[in-house]
């Protein structure tokens, strides 16, 4: 197996280095035990594959276009994960969805799809865009939408295309944010979630001497409200996570969580 090395948290390997998260995928599988079958989906040209293998997990490609998929030599399959997934329950050691959630309309169906396939004790790994970084937040303040350099979400830009069986493909229209996707992931049964990112946002860290502070203050009192009614630890993970840096000025958010043993 190759070596996997560990998540960096050094602010300037974390400004500096490319914006994609395959090493960071990598390493957080590599802390996942037991091994066994990856599901990768949707593993679009399979950029995914070599780090699953590196992690120590058999990777099963799946994805609306399972012809690009095989493109690593991963076993392909058709999967949309608007629909239920074609799999036997408790048949994965692990699940990526890797820049997917956030193409699908059937968020909480999808989850309990990833929970039924997933044996007990079985890790799910989601990373998708980050919209608590402080430059996402001043854009959604400025333009009622995540990014400044494209059109809002419409019906004539965000429908990118269709599989041969007609599914559509949607894109970036259905962007969840840390605190919506952590209470699916908590709703649906999954447990001991970890947050982490794979690249920081320049302009978040420029907009840190003014936004942090406000931000800080306003979730901090927000909170306090759950903390008063008995939930302390809830509100004390929470604030770990929406107040790290890696939330505040990553570009992506990799969540991981786990299907508790029986």
Avoid at 23 to 48: F, M, Q, R, S, Y
Avoid at 52 to 78: N, Q
Avoid at 242 to 262: E, M, N, Q
Wanted: positive net charge.
């Amino acid at each position: 197996m190759a070596r996997v090395s560990p998540l960096s948290g050094r602010p300037l390997r974390r400004l500096f280095r490319s914006g994609h998260a395959y090493d960071d995928i990598a390493a957080l599988l590599a802390t996942v035990e037991p091994k066994g079958l990856c599901l990768d989906l949707p593993a679009g040209k399979g950029v995914n594959t070599e780090g699953i293998r590196a992690a120590g997990f058999e990777p099963v490609a799946a994805d609306i276009f399972p012809r690009e998929a095989a493109a690593k030599g991963s076993p392909a399959v058709l999967a949309d994960f608007n629909e239920p997934l074609p799999f036997a329950d408790e048949t994965f050691a692990a699940v990526l969805c890797s820049e997917g959630i956030e193409h699908c309309h059937r968020q909480m169906d999808l989850l309990r799809e990833f929970w039924r396939i997933l044996r007990p004790g079985g890790a799910l790994l989601i990373t998708t865009p980050n919209i608590l970084n402080l430059r996402a937040r001043l854009a959604w303040l400025l333009a009622g939408h995540r990014y400044f350099k494209s059109e809002p979400v419409n019906e004539a830009t965000y429908v990118r295309g269709f599989s041969d069986e007609g599914r559509p493909y949607f894109g970036h229209v259905f962007l969840v944010p840390y605190n919506v996707l952590r209470f699916m992931v908590r709703v649906v049964g999954f447990e001991r979630v970890r947050v982490a990112t794979a690249k920081y946002s320049a302009s978040s860290l420029l907009l840190a001497p003014v936004l942090w502070l406000p931000v800080w203050a306003t979730t901090r009192r927000l909170l306090g409200k759950l903390r008063r009614a008995g939930h302390g630890d809830l509100a004390a993970e929470i604030a770990r996570h929406v107040l790290s840096p890696d939330l505040l000025f990553g570009k992506k958010l990799l969540l991981l969580a786990r299907k508790p043993t029986r």
